[in-house]
C-alpha cells in the first residue's frame, strides 16, 4: 500500500523560507504524478505546484511562481516544495498528493493524500 508522509512545516516570518517533504512508500513504480496542495482556513483547497512523468516544467499557482520550487528525489522517492519570501497569504496546511497508480497525462483526481503539515507566516 502506498503512502505519503510529509514534513518540514512549521512557523516563520514573513520573509523567510521552509521546505517541505513528502515521503512515498510502498511503491516501486518510477512513473509519478504529484503535487502539493494547499487550504487556509475557510478557504477552499487550492493546487500549488504539480508534476507528472513526461512533463518537463512543473505547473505552479501564479501566486507563489518565482518563490517556490517542488523538485523530486526519484531515488528516495521524496518530493520536496522550496518555499521562499514566504507572506502571510502563504498561511495553510499543505498536503502532499499524489495519483496511484500514475495515469497516462496524469489524467483524472488526485487519490492519495498525505496527512498535511501546518504552514504559519507571521508579519
Known amino acids: 500500500q502506498v503512502h505519503l508522509v510529509e514534513s518540514g512545516g512549521g512557523s516563520v516570518q514573513a520573509g523567510g523560507s521552509l521546505r517541505l517533504s513528502c515521503a512515498v512508500s510502498g511503491t516501486t513504480d518510477s512513473r509519478y504524478c504529484m503535487g502539493w496542495f494547499r487550504q487556509a482556513p475557510g478557504k477552499t483547497r487550492e493546487v500549488v505546484t504539480s508534476v507528472f512523468t513526461g512533463r518537463e516544467e512543473p505547473y505552479y499557482l501564479d501566486s507563489v511562481k518565482g518563490r517556490f520550487t517542488v523538485s523530486l528525489d526519484t531515488a528516495t522517492k521524496t518530493l520536496y516544495l522550496q518555499m521562499n519570501s514566504l507572506s502571510p497569504g502563504d498561511s495553510a496546511i499543505y498536503y502532499c498528493?499524489?495519483?496511484?497508480?500514475?495515469?497516462?497525462?496524469?489524467?483524472?483526481?488526485?487519490?492519495?493524500w498525505g496527512q498535511g503539515t501546518r504552514v504559519t507566516v507571521s508579519s
Open positions: 498528493a499524489a495519483k496511484v497508480p500514475p495515469p497516462d497525462y496524469c489524467a483524472g483526481p488526485y487519490n492519495l
